[in-house]
């Protein structure tokens, strides 16, 4: 199966195919340590990559094969131009980037524990992104989303909290497929009980929204994550068409309106989780915005999360997030050399 649809992905690689998949968010630079197990005060030097979880995906589809854009908005600096020029080279639609002549792009630190998870710090006060206003998004390119995509983090304040939500309601009012990843930082955030309202909060506006284990503790109150019960008694809405649950290298979980089960993941030697989940979310979305039957069709949406799983474990192999996301032929590649 791996192959059969690691195969089908690469007749479907043109820059036309599928539609479009607008991205929404932050884009900063990540400074990862280059030295795992040591804390950020002790690591001895860092790599600097590009980054910020909505970008990521964009990159992510756009190197798939599909058609992306990015909206978000970044510092009138180096740090925002070199990050405007990544996306441009790799393919994304950058009509909706804009460029703050006051405030800083974004940066954050990460410090890499033996097994590749993450401790970040961020350096935003404010920083381009958190002063997004509703005037400076590009109306047309939301508008002609097949699928939109968004987290969290410009939830946290204003005026970004207002734009996201603007952004979401043009986005659903044009029949794009919703697309969620709240991808809790709490860091960012005043207090976790803010974190949790704001991410709640929109949470019955999305088609397909994606969490990792950790985060359903943390939005069930310390729930059993492995309980189903616990899964769908709270997370669980009426309009949703697909609800997952990743566990790194244990693969995924999946609940529909009609059937649920499990997808494994591929074992590999972790360096960076950084992006991990970002992957996963483009190798699926990508699929979907060739064709959305795959919801309601169990067998090719086990082969999707088979192949998005796929993404996410060649990401955790490399330092950084968007200098780590696979093309497709480097997809088709490992699902054709390991076990299905």
Same mark, same amino acid.
């Given at each position: 199966?791996?192959?059969?649809?690691?195969?089908?992905?690469?007749?479907?690689?043109?820059?036309?195919?599928?539609?479009?998949?607008v991205s929404f968010g932050e884009l900063l630079i990540?400074?990862?340590?280059?030295?795992?197990?040591?804390?950020?005060?002790d690591a001895p030097a860092f790599k600097k990559a590009?980054?910020?979880?909505?970008?990521?995906?964009?990159?992510?589809?756009?190197?798939?094969?599909?058609?992306?854009?990015?909206?978000?908005?970044?510092?009138?600096?180096?740090?925002?131009?070199?990050?405007?020029?990544?996306?441009?080279?790799?393919?994304?639609?950058?009509?909706?980037?804009?460029?703050?002549?006051?405030?800083?792009?974004?940066?954050?630190?990460?410090?890499?524990?033996?097994?590749?998870?993450?401790?970040?710090?961020?350096?935003?006060?404010?920083?381009?992104?958190?002063?997004?206003?509703?005037?400076?998004?590009?109306?047309?390119?939301?508008?002609?989303?097949?699928?939109?995509?968004?987290?969290?983090?410009?939830?946290?304040?204003?005026?970004?909290?207002?734009?996201?939500?603007?952004?979401?309601?043009?986005?659903?009012?044009?029949?794009?497929?919703?697309?969620?990843?709240?991808?809790?930082?709490?860091?960012?955030?005043?207090?976790?009980?803010?974190?949790?309202?704001?991410?709640?909060?929109?949470?019955?506006?999305?088609?397909?929204?994606?969490?990792?284990?950790?985060?359903?503790?943390?939005? *069930?109150? #310390?729930?059993? !994550?492995?309980?189903?019960?616990?899964? @769908?008694? %709270? $997370?669980?809405?009426? /309009?949703?068409? +697909?609800?997952?649950?990743?566990?790194?290298?244990?693969?995924?979980?999946?609940?529909?309106?009609?059937?649920?089960?499990?997808?494994?993941?591929?074992?590999?030697?972790?360096?960076? *989780?950084? #992006?991990?989940? !970002?992957?996963?979310?483009?190798?699926? @979305?990508? %699929? $979907?915005?060739?064709? /959305?039957?795959? +919801?309601?069709?169990?067998?090719?949406?086990?082969?999707?999360?088979?192949?998005?799983?796929?993404?996410?474990?060649?990401?955790?192999?490399?330092?950084?997030?968007?200098?780590?996301?696979?093309?497709?032929?480097?997809?088709?590649?490992?699902?054709?050399?390991?076990?299905?």
């Open positions: 199966m791996a192959e059969n649809l690691a195969s089908s992905m690469a007749n479907l690689r043109t820059p036309s195919s599928g539609g479009m998949i990540d400074f990862v340590s280059t030295v795992a197990g040591v804390s950020l005060a590009p980054g910020g979880a909505p970008a990521n995906v964009a990159v992510g589809v756009s190197r798939l094969g599909g058609r992306s854009a990015f909206i978000g908005k970044v510092g009138d600096d180096e740090f925002g131009r070199m990050l405007a020029d990544v996306l441009e080279k790799n393919g994304v639609n950058v009509k909706g980037l804009r460029f703050d002549i006051v405030a800083r792009t974004a940066l954050a630190f990460v410090a890499l524990k033996e097994c590749g998870e993450r401790e970040f710090m961020f350096f935003r006060n404010p920083s381009a992104d958190m002063l997004m206003v509703p005037s400076d998004l590009d109306e047309g390119l939301i508008r002609n989303a097949e699928v939109f995509h968004y987290g969290s983090i410009s939830l946290i304040s204003e005026p970004s909290r207002s734009t996201h939500l603007a952004a979401m309601k043009l986005a659903k009012q044009s029949g794009a497929l919703m697309s969620y990843d709240p991808n809790l930082r709490l860091a960012l955030w005043p207090s976790p009980e803010a974190a949790r309202r704001e991410i709640l909060n929109i949470w019955n506006e999305a088609d397909i929204i994606k969490v990792s284990d950790e985060e359903v503790k943390f939005l *069930t109150n #310390g729930g059993d !994550d492995k309980l189903d019960e616990v899964v @769908l008694g %709270t $997370l669980w809405h009426d /309009k949703l068409k +697909l609800l997952l649950v990743t566990d790194g290298p244990e693969g995924c979980r999946y609940y529909t309106p009609t059937f649920k089960g499990h997808v494994d993941s591929f074992k590999v030697a972790a360096i960076d *989780t950084t #992006g991990a989940g !970002d992957a996963f979310v483009a190798g699926l @979305l990508q %699929t $979907l915005a060739q064709n /959305k039957s795959i +919801l309601s069709d169990e067998p090719a949406l086990r082969a999707a999360l088979r192949f998005a799983c796929a993404c996410g474990a060649i990401t955790t192999t490399e330092r950084g997030a968007i200098p780590a996301m696979p093309d497709l032929a480097a997809v088709t590649r490992f699902m054709g050399t390991v076990a299905a």
